[in-house]
């Protein structure tokens, strides 16, 4: 054992080493998963980002071109109406769409005639501001001016261009006042006729791309299906109108269309997931090697131990036949205690290999009994009166108390294998000169079977892990008392095979008190009642 036990740990600290470096590896891979599929999302988060800016650009250009259109053809009819007579009423003319709340002139001499809702001081004062530059005597015909202002308090699109009555005749102004929502239609249009993404690339783009215009102040003007989950561009309509912004927003959707192998979700989680599986079997892996160098030095202390219990009664076997043999008894008593030590330890000799060979089954799983019911009384009394020299000889008695009528369903070799298992650890362990106390009795159909002796006892919180095989006290195995420490063992697994419990308590005369209860026992007198 102490031969092995380097080199043993030796291997397990290669394989834990090892696993770890296998735990590393993994880790250093699942690190550069991570950090190419970040990268893989950073670049299609790029590809999104320029599809919305090419959005946005396509948007602003086919935005001015379709104001400049709408603008110009209802200036020119404002501007047709003054040049061919008096200002109409904005009600009394066509004009493609466009409700205006107001039509103004302004002369070269910034006299300002309107028609339609009545203009305050403030709206005069802008339109005269807005209108300045048209009216100039140096200025063409044709010049526009588009302003975003306040009329009544309430924002409005100001238009104007300069126009000449005659070639002789200074620059007047004339043009319209009309609510945001006049912007709203050609603004549709271009939304409907105005492809913002390639066509070749993707279909039903109106679903992935939204619009929002909006006003210096942040007044609505126009918006179309903005998505919440989106990348977003922005610009300024300065061109067409002053004063108006907007913004594109391109679904995240879109990236199945638009970027190969779409937007990657985030592996992190499974990353996470794949890292801890690793480390958790590495746990295991760990705690398993430790298991089995726990289990190899376990099962080498047991061969130890069986062999020392096989060495002293085949010495003493040897020993007395060849005296026998040689004739070197001098009387027949002699002889004949020769002959009983030799019985003895054969009896000895064939209840440890009866443990061992039950132990083994019961490991393999093939642990089978062949239970009929039987008196529980006559067994554990024979099995007392053969196991008394074994007692003798280690300087103990065994006292009976057993209730003879119990009878209970039994595997009569099993439950002798238990009493001598518990018999054979009272004499060991009891003190010098002891009375073991075996009794019989039952119990609300329990047949309680108890072993008790006058040694140290087992401290409470050993009491649980006694039954666990190859388990020995500290005590015990520091002693000179030799064990193998699968005999509690045997006794818990056979008393399973019944059906019962078996477990440790305090002794009425300070030692341990053994139990074993075996289920299904009734009277004899209660069977033949029932017969």
Same mark, same amino acid.
């Given at each position: 054992?102490?031969?092995?036990?380097?080199?043993? /740990? %030796?291997? *397990?600290?290669?394989?834990?080493?090892?696993?770890?470096?296998?735990? @590393? =590896? +993994?880790?250093?891979?699942?690190?550069?998963?991570?950090?190419?599929?970040?990268?893989?999302?950073?670049?299609? $988060?790029?590809?999104?980002?320029?599809?919305? $800016?090419?959005?946005?650009?396509?948007?602003?250009?086919?935005?001015?071109?379709?104001?400049?259109?709408?603008?110009?053809?209802?200036? @020119? /009819?404002?501007?047709?109406?003054?040049?061919?007579?008096?200002?109409?009423?904005?009600?009394g003319l066509t004009m493609g769409g466009l409700d205006a709340r107001a039509l103004f002139v302004v002369e070269a001499d910034r006299t300002l005639t309107s028609t339609g809702e009545?203009?305050? &001081?403030?709206? #005069?004062?802008?339109?005269?501001?807005?209108?300045?530059?048209?009216?100039?005597?140096?200025?063409?015909?044709?010049?526009?001016?588009?302003?975003?202002?306040?009329?009544?308090?309430?924002?409005?699109?100001?238009?104007?261009?300069?126009?000449?009555?005659?070639?002789?005749?200074?620059?007047?102004a004339a043009g319209f006042v009309a609510d945001l929502d006049v912007l709203e239609r050609p603004l549709s249009m271009v939304m409907r006729n105005s492809p913002l993404l390639p066509p070749t690339l993707t279909s039903g783009a109106g679903e992935l791309v939204g619009v929002r215009v909006r006003t210096d102040g942040g007044v609505p003007v126009f918006e179309s299906r903005l998505a919440e989950d989106a990348v977003r561009a922005a610009g300024t309509l300065t061109d067409a109108v002053g004063g108006l912004h907007y913004e594109v927003s391109l679904s995240r959707a879109a990236a199945g269309a638009l970027v190969i192998?779409?937007?990657?979700?985030?592996?992190?989680?499974?990353?996470? @997931?794949?890292?801890?599986?690793?480390? !958790?079997?590495?746990?295991?892996?760990?705690?398993?090697?430790?298991?089995?160098?726990?289990?190899?030095?376990?099962? %080498?202390?047991?061969?130890?131990?069986?062999?020392?219990?096989?060495?002293t009664p085949l010495a003493q076997i040897r020993l007395f036949s060849e005296t026998l043999l040689l004739g070197r008894v001098r009387s027949g008593r002699e002889a004949r205690r020769s002959l009983e030590i030799i019985q003895q330890e054969s009896q000895r000799l064939a209840h440890l290999v009866e443990n061992v060979l039950y132990f083994s089954r019961g490991e393999r799983g093939a642990g089978r009994l062949a239970p009929v019911p039987a008196r529980l009384g006559g067994i554990v009394t024979e099995l007392v009166e053969a196991f008394a020299p074994l007692a003798r000889a280690g300087d103990s008695d065994v006292r009976v108390d057993v209730r003879e009528d119990v009878v209970a369903p039994v595997d009569g070799g099993a439950i002798r294998q238990i009493l001598l298992n518990l018999l054979d650890n009272a004499v060991k362990y009891g003190r010098t000169g002891q009375?073991?106390? =075996?009794?019989?009795?039952?119990?609300?159909?329990?047949?309680? /079977?108890?072993? $008790? &002796?006058?040694?140290?006892?087992?401290?409470?919180?050993?009491?649980?892990?006694?039954?666990?095989?190859?388990?020995?006290?500290?005590?015990?195995?520091?002693?000179? =008392?030799?064990?193998? @420490?699968?005999?509690?063992?045997?006794?818990? &697994? *056979?008393?399973?095979?019944?059906?019962?419990?078996?477990?440790?308590?305090?002794?009425? #005369? !300070?030692? +341990?008190?053994?139990?074993?209860?075996?289920?299904?026992?009734a009277a004899v007198a209660d069977l033949a009642h029932a017969s």
């Open positions: 054992m102490s031969r092995n036990s380097p080199r043993r /740990i %030796s291997r *397990l600290g290669i394989v834990m080493a090892l696993l770890v470096l296998t735990l @590393g =590896v +993994a880790s250093a891979l699942a690190w550069q998963a991570h950090q190419a599929a970040r990268s893989h999302r950073e670049a299609a $988060e790029r590809v999104l980002q320029d599809y919305a $800016e090419f959005a946005a650009w396509q948007f602003s250009r086919a935005a001015r071109q379709g104001l400049d259109a709408s603008l110009a053809q209802w200036l @020119g /009819i404002v501007a047709c109406s003054v040049q061919t007579g008096r200002l109409p009423a904005p009600s009545p203009l305050d &001081d403030e709206a #005069r004062a802008a339109i005269l501001a807005a209108v300045q530059p048209s009216i100039d005597p140096g200025r063409r015909s044709g010049h526009r001016v588009v302003r975003v202002v306040q009329l009544a308090g309430r924002p409005a699109i100001l238009a104007a261009h300069a126009v000449r009555r005659s070639p002789a005749s200074p620059p007047a192998g779409g937007l990657p979700r985030s592996r992190l989680p499974l990353l996470v @997931g794949l890292l801890a599986l690793t480390a !958790g079997l590495l746990v295991v892996a760990a705690l398993q090697l430790r298991r089995e160098h726990e289990l190899t030095r376990l099962r %080498s202390d047991f061969v130890s131990s069986v062999s020392h219990e096989l060495r009375t073991i106390l =075996v009794t019989l009795d039952r119990r609300e159909g329990m047949a309680v /079977i108890a072993v $008790e &002796d006058e040694g140290p006892g087992v401290p409470a919180d050993a009491r649980g892990r006694i039954w666990a095989p190859y388990s020995r006290l500290a005590e015990a195995a520091d002693s000179a =008392v030799a064990g193998t @420490g699968i005999g509690l063992a045997v006794v818990r &697994d *056979l008393t399973a095979l019944h059906g019962g419990a078996c477990r440790v308590e305090s002794g009425a #005369r !300070g030692g +341990a008190r053994f139990v074993v209860e075996i289920p299904h026992a």
